[in-house]
């Protein structure tokens, strides 16, 4: 019954906002089926309807809901589809599965969603939208995986809705993130808001039938809103400029909304000559922000001697800054001129296209650079105008221009001086690149001194190109060196199997590729290994079979096959065993016996024949390397606590590491202790301290 009332609901919702024949009417009763997950599609779908998107977003939408439940009924709709709704569930199906709620993206499900924009933008509203959805459903206290995923939240989702001048998105993200992050304050704050609600509502009602008489006497056509600041904007103003409530400006504020550009100065003057303004005037129609909003912003004093903010600004300018990208469906004027929105998008396919070399971590740390800090625009000699992070340089205006202008860069004139070409741009600075056809390119220090994602990229891009057949070579060496330093079989890694697997994870189309991305840097050996074993754990799961047996015993001399063979064993750095852990030997070229737990993941990957048996024999006063992790709720003198419960079983601490994520207080500590049973002991006592979650024995100093 609750399903058929939710099916209902979304029927009358969409068939309310949409203008649906009668074939559209059995399609959408078709994708609406019990077995979805109705609830969080009823969510989305109340979000798709407040963003305005167009009828193709909502039955793709639906239909790839249907797909994850049903793929053979879905499948079936798709026939009766339009070609532009096919082709959007296609690519929600690139993405990541946005009917299942889970609370972490890895860096390639973000990568994958970046593509999707420039295939179509509307597929990544409904994947924000569903976002927003699963934000607004967690509640204290979060899980860990909760935690990485407000987290992610915090760090990609709400800019990448800024960006896109998604405001509703935005701010519904960030309200959320606010209220699982700082829950203290956020209550606070929420409970002196509703406090002050009822004279801010009669201050509000009292200003805007002013400034309705102003629109009157101007014989303006317009409207007003008012409204009351969201509590992310107000908290995170308090964090960042360490101020009180009292001290905010905007707390409420009131939009005025006309028809042209003139009518806004008009309006703006008289609102001067009636309220005070108190020197806080911003002028976003002749400077917009970085993502195209535009808007006239005063402070002013009002009659209960608080400062209101009021926005002035045309229609059009409200229909872009309100519902960003979806707007460009809605609404199909000037075609021919170039929007705010095909500006935004334009940085989305750019980052894409320049990141074509990079592995998805470094997608998402550059993402991440490119989403956050200040704005500076600067100019050509002719006058065009081009946008940059705060602290860019001359080396990212010439590639900016063109890929060949930065490579044949000698100099730069800014503000018709000539200055180095790693100076710092300025906001407003008119800057021309000196180029040469005798320039011998790029120097491999710009690459630290480029802010831009672009311009790195473009570099790199160079160098790759100019010495490719060297960094291939290299690259070789690299892997080569890092298998044999890992005493990993490449035989048994290297297969075509597993190499096609690679070549994909990372969007190469062959070895040569990744062995000069590892010649470059881009790719680390330890990244390109952890992707072989990975593949080859995942398909192995016995040890290898051991063809003999050694028994271990250790003196002052050192470590001893027998006691007295005189053959060198080694304890493997990677996953250090102790007296009393279930152990097995690798036969090492030149290097003797390494030893490793039984349930070390490299184990997996040895050369079978050189794998022998080891186990434990005499007792006596050798120390052990081992390292544990702790998980613990932030607490004034845990760290005391963890190592005074060390130090009194007189165990060394060789060393430990610690910091702050999110809620907890991560540490790991490095100890010597004489067998197993030793440091299973010490891993209780710290467990039963109050306030520490988790403890284990991890897998080496990691």
Known sequence: MQDNNLITQIKDK????????????????????????????????????????????????????????????????????????????????????????????????????????????????????????????????????????????????????????????????????????????YKNLKERLDIKKEENEAQLALSKSRVEK????????????????????????????????????????????????EECYAILGKVHAMYIPIGRFKDYIANPKPNG?????????????????????????????????PAHWLYKENKNKKTEFDKRI???????????????????????????????????????????????TAIDFAYAIHSDIGNSCIGVKVNDRMQPITTTLKNGDIVEIITSSHSKGPSRDWLNIAKTNSARNKIRAFFKSELKEENIKNGKSIL???????????????????????????????MEELYASLGTGSLTPAQVIGKFTALYNKDNYMPPKPTQTLNIKTNKEGVLIDGDSGMLVRFAGCCNPIDGDE?????????????????????????????????WSAKDDSSFLATIKIIADKRDGNLAKFTTVITNMKVTITGFEARDIGDTFNCVIALKVKNKAELTKVINLIQGIKGVQKVFRSEGWK
């Open 14 to 185: 969409v068939e309310n906002y949409l203008t649906l024949s009668e074939n559209d009417k059995i399609i959408l009763d078709k994708l609406l089926q019990p077995e979805m997950n109705l609830t969080r599609c009823n969510g989305i779908i109340d979000s798709l309807i407040v963003l305005r998107l167009d009828k193709p977003s909502f039955y793709s939408f639906l239909c790839y809901q249907l797909f994850k439940v049903n793929e053979e009924l879905s499948l079936e709709i798709e026939k009766s589809l339009s070609d532009e709704e096919r082709q959007m569930v296609e690519t929600f199906k690139q993405i990541k599965d946005i009917n299942k709620i889970t609370m972490s993206e890895d860096n390639d499900d973000i990568r994958k969603m970046f593509i999707a924009v420039s295939k179509d933008v509307r597929v990544v509203i409904v994947k924000l939208a569903g976002i927003l959805q699963d934000v607004q459903e967690l509640n204290l206290p979060l899980s860990r995986e909760e935690k990485v995923f407000v987290e992610q939240v915090r760090e990609i989702h709400v800019p990448l809705s800024e960006r896109l001048g998604l405001d509703y998105l935005k701010l519904g993200m960030d309200d959320n993130v606010v209220r699982l992050e700082y829950p203290q304050e």
């Open 214 to 261: 102003i629109l009157h006497e101007l014989k303006i056509n317009g409207y007003i809103q008012t409204r009351q600041k969201h509590i992310s904007s107000i908290l995170k103003k308090q964090h960042k400029q360490n101020i009180h409530l009292d001290q905010i400006y905007d707390l409420v504020a009131m939009r005025v909304i006309v028809q042209t550009v």
């Open 293 to 325: 909003y535009k808007s006239l912003h005063t402070t002013v004093l009002v009659e209960n001697q608080h400062p209101m903010e009021i926005q002035i600004r045309t229609e059009a300018m409200h229909r872009e800054n309100e519902f960003g990208a």
């Open 346 to 392: 334009t940085w989305f396919r750019e980052m894409v296209e320049d990141s074509k070399d990079l592995s998805s971590e470094e997608f998402v740390e550059t993402l991440k650079a490119d989403l956050y800090g200040g704005v500076i625009f600067v100019q050509t000699p002719k006058g065009r105008v081009l946008e940059f992070p705060d602290g860019a």
């Open 480 to 510: 080569e060196q890092a298998f044999k330093n890992r005493e990993l079989n490449m035989s048994l890694l290297l297969t075509e199997n597993y190499i096609s697997q690679v070549l994909l994870k990372y969007n190469m189309k062959d």
């Open 583 to 615: 152990i097995i030997g690798y036969i090492s070229r030149g290097k003797g016996v390494t030893i490793h737990r039984k349930t070390c993941s490299n184990v997996k990957a040895l050369e079978p024949e050189r794998v022998i048996t080891a186990e």
